[in-house]
C-alpha cells in the first residue's frame, strides 16, 4: 500500500524537481543550449518519478513525467501523429537490462523471443509520412500527439526518397527514424563558428533540431542532415512482420542502411552488443548515445503492448559521458561583443570520445571558484553526448605547490577600461563599446552565416578593414569599393571580387538575419525570426515598448529590456539609418510573413478554472495558433481572462483591473471561425 502522508518536504522536493527539469527542458529543447548532462537530468527525471509514484496524489498531468518532447512552433503547420510518438525508457544498468528481459519473459508466457539492437543516434526524431508513395510530410515528435510539419526543411537530405516504388506498398506508410549530423559535419560546423569567433553549437542534437525549425528552407538546405529510419507502420498491410525485415526493406526501397544493427537472440548476446558499442562509440561517425533494444517480432509487440508514454517491447541502454584527465595550462580572457568576459581553459590535449581536446569554456569567474580550478590543476574533462568540453573538477590531492589560484583582474584584457558586473550577474563586462575586440566581434558576428552571410568577411579580413579604418562599424561594409578590398595586404583581386559580391547580395537578406546580426544582447536567431515575424520593418521593432514585447509569445521582460536599449541608443540609430542608406533591406520579406490567420496578434489570454469544452492547454494551443500569447497570471496588459467553472483568484485580479472575462460561450463565439 502506497504512503498516503506527505510531508511538506517532500512537496517541496518534487515541486522543486519538476521546476529544475522543466528549466533543462526548456535549455535543451527551446534553446539548444544544454546546461548538463543526460545522466544528470535522467537522474533528476527518475527521482522525480519514483517519488509519483510512491505518493500518486502529488502526480499531476502537467509534470514533466506525463509529457513527451518538446513544443509546437507557429512558424510551422502542427500535424496530428495517427499514432503518438512515445518516449523510451532507459537505463544506465545491464542490471536493469536483465530485468527488463525478464518482465518479457513474463509477458511472453515464456514464448521464444529475439531482440534487435540498433544504436541510438542522439538526433532529432521525425516521422516522415508517404501518401500513395509520395513524401507528404515531415513530421518532428512536438509533444507526442502532434509536432511541427517540417518537410520543406528535409526533402534536400541525401538519400530520402521522394517516392516510394514497389508492389504492395500501402496508401498511407509511416516511417520513423532520427536526423542527425554526422561527427564531421557537426566539427566543420563548430570550426567555421570558431573561426568567426561564434558561440560554439552545444551538440549536433540541438543544432540539428535548429536547422530542421529554419524559416527557410534555403539556409536549412545550406547544412548537412543526415538520417537513418528505424520503424515503419501503416493501417494497411505491410509486406513483413518483423523489425528485421522492416529494415531490410527501408533498405530495398532507396533509404540509408543502418550497418550497425544486430539480431540477438537473448539477453546475453544484447549485453555484448552494448559493451562492444560503448567500447568504440567514438569511432562510429556520428553522435551515439547509448543502444536501443526492441522485439524483433511485431505480434509480439503487440502482445506487451505500451503505457500511456512507453512502449513495453523496447528500452534503451545509455551509455556512460567519458572523461579525461589532464592539465588545466591557463586561463585565457575573450573579450564577446557585448563587453562579456569569458574565461577559457587552454588544456594540455587528450584524446576523448575520437576527438582531441584542448580548450574548454569555464563560464565565469563563480564557476571557476566553485570547482576551486587552479592553473597547473590537473582536472577532469567530460564530453558527454559530444556536447562542449567542460572541465567538471580539480584534483586537489595531485597539487604540487606551484599551482596559481585565478584572479579575474579588474580591467579590460584589450582595451585597459574598467571591468564592471551587474548585480545579479555572473560575468563581468567590458562597457566601453568603442572596445576593439567588441567592435571586431560585432562585425565579425553581423557577417556570420546565421546573420547576413557574408563569408568572406571572416576574422582576419575584419581585422585588416579595422586596421586600415576602412570601417568603423558593420555599416560601413556597404561602402567598400572593390579597389578598397584589393589594396589589403594578400587580398587577390578575385578575393576582392568576391567579397563585394558577396556584401552585395547581403543587402537582399531578410529582416530576421538583419535583427539577429545587430547583435543585440540576448536575441538569437529565433527571436529575431518572431521579431520578423510580428513587424513589418526594422523601424517598428525598434518603436516597440516593453509592455508589448513581453505580450509577443517567446519574448520575456529580460529580451524585451534589451531589445528597447538597444534602439534607445542614438549612436545604434545612426548606424541603423546608414545601413538603409546602403540599400540594405529592413522590411519583412514575404516568407516571413506570419502563416496562417493571426487574428489575436499581440493579444494576452489567461485561462482560470475548469471549461467543458477544453483543458487549459488546448485552450491555449488555440489561442497561440492564432497569434496571441497565453500566461499564467493576470496583469493590466491581458487582453481576455476565460473563466471556467470555480475560477479562483486570476478572475477576481481580472475584475479588478478591469480586464475583460469570458465565459465559455464567449471564448467559443470569438474563436469558432477560426478552428
Excluded at 477 to 491: C, G, I, P
Amino acid at each position: 500500500m502506497k504512503n498516503t502522508k506527505i510531508s511538506p518536504d517532500v512537496k517541496k522536493r518534487v515541486e522543486k524537481l519538476r521546476e529544475t527539469i522543466r528549466h533543462h527542458d526548456k535549455k535543451y529543447y527551446g534553446e539548444a543550449q544544454p546546461e548538463i548532462s543526460d545522466f544528470e537530468y535522467d537522474r533528476l527525471y527518475r527521482e522525480l518519478k519514483d517519488m509519483e509514484e510512491e505518493y500518486p496524489s502529488l502526480k499531476t498531468k502537467d509534470s514533466p513525467t506525463q509529457k513527451v518532447g518538446e513544443s509546437t512552433s507557429k512558424h510551422f503547420k502542427t500535424v496530428a501523429h495517427r499514432v503518438p510518438m512515445l518516449s523510451l525508457d532507459n537505463t544506465y544498468s545491464l542490471e536493469e537490462l536483465k530485468e527488463f528481459d525478464e518482465r518479457v519473459q513474463k509477458g511472453l508466457g515464456g514464448e521464444k523471443y529475439q531482440y534487435v539492437c540498433e544504436l541510438k543516434i542522439d538526433g532529432v526524431s521525425i516521422e516522415l509520412v508517404y501518401l500513395k508513395g509520395e513524401l507528404a510530410h515531415a513530421i518532428t515528435r512536438g509533444d507526442g500527439e502532434k509536432g511541427d510539419d517540417v518537410l520543406e526543411n528535409v526533402r534536400n537530405i541525401p538519400g530520402l526518397p521522394a517516392k516510394l516504388k514497389g508492389q504492395g506498398i500501402p496508401d498511407r506508410v509511416e516511417i520513423r527514424g532520427e536526423v542527425f549530423f554526422t561527427a564531421k559535419d557537426f566539427e566543420a560546423v563548430n570550426e567555421d563558428r570558431e573561426n568567426r569567433e561564434l558561440p560554439l553549437f552545444a551538440n549536433p542534437r540541438n543544432t540539428a533540431s535548429g536547422t530542421l525549425k529554419t524559416i527557410d528552407p534555403n539556409e536549412a538546405a545550406k547544412k548537412p542532415l543526415h538520417i537513418l529510419l528505424y520503424y515503419v507502420f501503416s493501417p494497411g498491410k505491410l509486406p513483413f512482420g518483423t523489425q528485421e525485415e522492416s529494415l531490410e526493406w527501408l533498405k530495398k526501397m532507396g533509404f540509408p542502411e543502418d550497418k550497425h544493427y544486430r539480431l540477438c537472440r537473448n539477453i546475453g548476446q544484447v549485453h555484448d552488443y552494448c559493451g562492444e558499442h560503448e567500447k568504440k562509440r567514438g569511432q562510429i561517425g556520428f553522435d551515439c548515445d547509448g543502444v536501443v533494444l526492441k522485439i524483433d517480432d511485431f505480434k509480439q509487440r503487440e502482445r506487451l503492448g505500451e503505457t500511456s508514454k512507453i512502449p513495453r517491447w523496447a528500452i534503451a541502454f545509455k551509455f556512460a559521458a567519458q572523461k579525461a584527465e589532464t592539465t588545466l595550462k591557463v586561463i585565457i580572457l575573450q573579450v564577446g561583443r557585448t563587453g562579456a568576459i569569458t574565461p577559457v581553459a587552454e588544456l594540455e590535449p587528450v584524446l576523448l570520445e575520437g576527438t582531441t581536446v584542448s580548450r574548454a569554456t569555464l563560464h565565469n569567474e563563480d564557476e571557476i571558484a566553485r570547482k576551486d580550478l587552479r592553473v597547473g590543476d590537473r582536472v577532469i574533462v567530460e564530453k558527454g553526448g559530444m556536447v562542449i568540453p567542460k572541465v567538471l573538477q580539480s584534483l586537489p590531492e595531485k597539487r604540487k605547490g606551484n599551482e596559481k589560484v585565478f584572479k579575474m583582474p579588474s580591467v579590460c584584457p584589450v582595451c585597459d577600461s574598467k571591468l564592471e558586473r551587474e548585480e545579479g550577474e555572473a560575468a563581468w563586462r567590458c562597457e566601453n563599446a568603442a572596445c576593439e575586440a567588441q567592435v571586431e566581434r560585432r562585425i565579425e558576428h553581423f557577417c556570420a552565416r546565421d546573420a547576413m552571410d557574408i563569408r568572406g568577411a571572416g576574422p582576419a579580413v575584419v581585422k585588416q578593414l579595422l586596421d586600415e579604418k576602412l570601417i568603423r562599424d558593420y555599416a560601413d561594409l556597404y561602402t567598400l569599393k572593390q579597389s578598397d578590398v584589393a589594396d589589403l595586404e594578400r587580398k587577390a583581386e578575385k578575393s576582392a571580387q568576391n567579397l563585394i559580391g558577396q556584401i552585395e547580395e547581403s543587402r537582399k537578406r531578410t529582416l530576421g538575419r538583419l535583427l539577429f546580426g545587430l547583435g543585440i544582447r540576448h536575441v538569437g536567431v529565433h527571436v529575431a525570426e518572431i521579431l520578423a515575424t510580428r513587424y513589418k520593418d526594422l523601424w517598428a521593432v525598434s518603436e516597440a515598448s516593453e509592455e508589448e514585447l513581453t505580450a509577443i509569445d517567446g519574448i520575456g521582460p529580460i529580451v524585451a529590456h534589451s531589445i528597447v536599449a538597444f534602439f534607445a541608443k542614438a549612436a545604434n540609430v545612426k548606424i541603423l539609418k546608414k545601413i538603409e542608406k546602403g540599400g540594405v533591406n529592413v522590411k519583412r520579406l514575404k516568407e516571413e510573413e506570419p502563416s496562417g490567420e493571426q487574428p489575436f496578434l499581440g493579444k494576452t489570454f489567461v485561462f482560470t478554472g475548469e471549461l467543458k469544452g477544453y483543458s487549459r492547454k488546448e485552450g491555449e494551443d488555440l489561442v497561440k495558433k492564432l497569434g496571441a500569447k497565453a500566461a499564467g497570471s493576470v496583469s493590466k496588459l491581458t487582453s481576455y481572462v476565460v473563466a471556467g467553472e470555480a475560477a479562483g483568484s486570476k478572475l477576481k485580479k481580472a475584475k479588478e483591473l478591469g480586464v475583460e472575462i469570458l465565459d465559455e460561450a464567449g471564448f467559443e463565439k470569438i474563436v469558432k471561425k477560426y478552428k
